[in-house]
């Protein structure tokens, strides 16, 4: 079978930074990435982890380690508009690049 | 560019009736992808094509059909709607290589009374 697990509520103050964690179990692995969805709306992507390690891209930082089937996403000097789900994706396949979602985790920035 | 768009954005139907969701892009993407979204959970991926012509089976295909006779076009049947498929319906798209990002229409909001 296939399965993400990511927590299903984190909740942080503003300007804090909070950790998102993805760990995952799938019959085939070709990268991990992240998306953010607001109120319901359309998905947006994040970032992309191939290789082991952190990849920054402005205030959000993605980390992948292979060997221990796990990743995170880390949000900085959180804002308001950071309230938000945040699924992990594996991408299963590299033919039709097919995406298995975790459930999200609900993000909630408090003044 | 409009990007992903989806037609139609709301939609009741009743047991036994058929529609079809239209999703649409502008961007020459090779991939392009059905979804559907129940609450308080993720995206379970539906149908999906890697090119015109061309449509597979994602994780929960039962009781849906697709077809892309146009690159730009990707098209979700249901025959015969039952309850159990009130969801909401992302269709998304993606360049065949290099990049990872997936782009997503605005949803359908679909309930079947």
């Known amino acids: 079978g296939q399965s993400l697990e990511q927590p299903s509520e984190v909740t942080a103050v503003e300007g804090a930074i909070v950790q998102i964690n993805c760990t995952y179990q799938t019959s085939g692995f070709y990268g991990l990435s992240w998306y953010q969805q607001h109120d319901g709306g359309a998905p947006t992507f994040l970032s992309y982890?191939?290789?082991?390690g952190l990849e920054e891209t402005g205030r959000f930082s993605s980390f992948l380690s292979r060997s221990d089937s796990y990743g995170y996403l880390l949000l900085q000097e959180l804002q308001m508009k950071d309230s938000a789900s945040y699924f992990c994706a594996v991408k299963v396949s590299n033919q039709g690049g097919k995406l298995i979602f975790g459930q999200g985790t609900e993000l909630s920035v408090k003044p | 560019n409009a990007g992903v768009t989806q037609t139609p954005k709301f939609r009741v139907l009743k047991t036994g009736q058929s529609m079809t969701l239209l999703c649409a892009q502008d961007m020459n993407h090779e991939y392009m992808y059905w979804y559907r979204q129940d609450p308080g959970m993720g995206l379970r991926l539906i149908h999906y094509?890697?090119?015109?012509?061309?449509?597979a089976k994602g994780e929960v295909p039962d009781g849906y059909n697709v077809s892309r006779l146009k690159k730009q076009n990707f098209l979700l049947g249901l025959e015969s709607a039952a309850p159990s498929q009130t969801s909401v319906y992302f269709c998304?798209?993606?360049?065949?290589?290099?990049?990872?990002?997936?782009?997503f229409g605005p949803g359908t909001r679909l309930t079947v009374l």
């Open positions: 998304a798209s993606r360049v065949e290589l290099g990049q990872n990002e997936q782009f």
């Open positions: 982890n191939a290789l082991d």
């Open positions: 094509s890697v090119g015109e012509g061309t449509t």
